[in-house]
């Protein structure tokens, strides 16, 4: 009886989710389909470039320069059971750019952006004004989420390669500062060992991240509940869901840019 | 002419309009009053498309509102909505002039100002006002500046949700005249929602009591008192004494 009872728990949840993703493939499409076709609204799309990528560098720098320190420590202290230490600056390099890089920037973005989206959407759902907007001709989905995500996925690479470029800094300074490289070697040998590809699937994963964290904003924002309650229900899932979609897409892209 | 042909609206198990129907003639301004939650800002919303009924017609002109272009149908509205909903992240003045500044009536930012400023005094505030915040402005003054922005593009058919609760006597007064005003000169179809029988008495050419669902009782403003019927005479007099239930 109780594990039928929760049989059919699990049964629904997983019909819900698949509903759902359903319901943001919809909801992806008509972004799109919305930022290729006018009105465009340019100081929307200006506003949503500004919060989204300049608002964001202080936390993106702070989290890249942490991790690529605590990174050169590691690989040091790893490396040097095999007498590898010299591999430092080209681990570094490519731990940052591959794969910390992005998630990190991807998931600041997801805790930053994609919270404030969903509650301001939400708000603005819950108060009537996204009925104001349909009542005064224009389409919310054109007016408030394309302007946001075609933003996120312009700005967050940007936001990546920064990044990276901090966090490797962060590696140099602890591995010249406190572990006795060469500063000229060290920049050399990361210069030399990164490849285009490295750099552009960096960019590739700033640019999915990006439009995951603010389209999940946006749909969460867009299908809020009713008062505060439904506002924080809002924010908390969409942060949730864009952490996670994150997580899985840069799994994907993993695969597919360096599998096999 | 705005035609409700038998219009039904659920939430989840909840029954909100189980079979609406009402005829407003163009060019008239109809109240309708009703006790809260009864359905009143469903049934304007769902003219909008703002909410879809389950079943039953919303016809405009003649045309079924749900079907067409829906820019050029929006085109023709203007709605004040019960809390204000002005946009928080715009000026008053960028508010009133929103239609003015994007979109198909665009016109140059001074000209959208002018005409923001010129609205904002129709509804009793001053120029001062215009580069203030939403946030900064009182309730009362938030709903003015709503309805402002309601009429800033003269439409032909106008919605008040509640235009004037929140505000004192005077303002409430300036608020009737104004949509009294509106109909006349504009000649434009007016829907109001209150529960101030003041309002229904100064606005009104038509008034329809909805209670259960349905429209309960409708007629000319005239006939409001003689009716006849409990429900409208218990709403009018306030009693908590009548068919309608004081708990709900
Ligand atoms: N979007 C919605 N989702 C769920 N319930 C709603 C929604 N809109 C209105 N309702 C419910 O419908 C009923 C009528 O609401 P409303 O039309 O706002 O009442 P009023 O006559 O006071 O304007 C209320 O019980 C309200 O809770
Ligand atoms: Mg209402």
Do not use: P, W
């Given at each position: 009886m109780v594990i039928t009872r929760?049989?059919?728990?699990?049964?629904?949840s997983s019909l819900a989710t698949l509903s759902s993703i359903g319901e943001v493939a919809l909801f992806l499409f008509?972004?799109?389909s919305h930022m290729v076709r006018p009105p465009f609204y340019g100081r929307e799309f200006a506003m949503a470039l500004f919060n989204i990528g300049w608002l964001s560098l202080p936390v993106v720098g702070m989290t890249a320069i942490f991790t690529g320190g605590a990174l050169a420590l590691q690989i040091?202290?790893?490396s040097s059971r095999f007498s590898a230490e010299a591999v430092v600056p080209q681990i570094v390099a490519i731990g940052m750019v591959r794969e910390l890089g992005p998630v990190l920037v991807g998931l600041m973005v997801a805790a930053r952006v994609t919270s404030s989206i969903a509650a301001e959407i939400a708000t603005m759902k819950v108060t009537?004004?996204?009925?104001?907007?349909?009542?005064?001709?224009?389409?919310p989905m054109k007016y408030l989420t394309a302007p946001r995500v075609l933003a996120a996925i312009i700005v967050v690479p940007v936001l990546v390669g920064i990044g990276d470029i901090i966090g490797i800094y962060g590696g140099f300074l602890v591995a010249t500062g406190q572990l006795g490289f060469n500063p000229a070697t060290y920049v050399r040998n990361t210069a030399d060992f990164l490849q285009a590809a490295d750099i552009i699937s960096s960019l590739i994963k700033g640019s999915v991240f990006g439009g995951i964290a603010a389209l999940m904003g946006c749909y969460f924002g867009m299908n809020s509940g009713r008062g505060a309650q439904g506002v924080g229900r809002a924010t908390k899932g969409s942060v949730?869901?864009?952490?996670?979609?994150i997580l899985a897409a840069n799994f994907l892209l993993t695969s597919l840019f360096f599998g096999s | 002419?705005?035609?409700?042909?038998n219009v039904h609206k659920s939430f989840g198990p909840k029954r909100v309009l189980r079979g609406v129907n009402l005829e407003i003639a163009k060019g008239t301004s109809m109240v309708i009053i009703g006790g809260s939650g009864t359905g009143k800002s469903v049934t304007l919303k769902s003219v909008l498309g703002l909410i879809t009924p389950d079943n039953g017609t919303i016809l405009v002109d003649g045309k079924d509102a749900t079907k067409g272009d829906r820019d050029a149908f929006?085109?023709?509205?203007?709605?004040?909505?019960?809390g204000g909903a002005l946009f928080d992240s715009l000026t008053v003045w960028q508010n009133v002039a929103f239609r003015l500044l994007r979109g198909a009536l665009k016109r140059p930012k001074a000209e959208a100002r002018e005409i923001a400023i010129e609205k904002l005094r129709r509804v009793g505030l001053t120029p001062d006002v215009a580069d203030l915040f939403p946030s900064e402005l009182s309730g009362g003054m938030q709903k003015r500046v709503s309805l402002a922005r309601a009429i800033a593009a003269e439409p032909e058919i106008i919605f008040f949700d509640e235009p004037t609760t929140g505000l004192d006597p005077i303002m409430s007064g300036v608020i009737n005249d104004l949509i009294r005003e509106i109909v006349v000169e504009m000649g434009a179809t007016a829907m109001t929602i209150t529960h101030d029988m003041t309002s229904v008495r100064a606005i009104a050419d038509n008034v329809a009591m909805l209670h259960d669902g349905v429209i309960q009782w409708t007629g000319p403003v005239g006939q409001m008192d003689s009716s006849g019927d409990p429900y409208l005479a218990q709403f009018i007099s306030g009693s908590a004494e009548g068919p309608i239930e004081a708990v709900r």
């Open positions: 929760g049989l059919a728990a699990v049964g629904r008509s972004t799109l040091y202290d790893g009537e004004q996204i009925d104001a907007l349909v009542t005064l001709s224009t389409n949730q869901a864009a952490a996670v979609l | 002419m705005i035609t409700f042909d929006l085109a023709r509205f203007g709605m004040l909505f019960q």
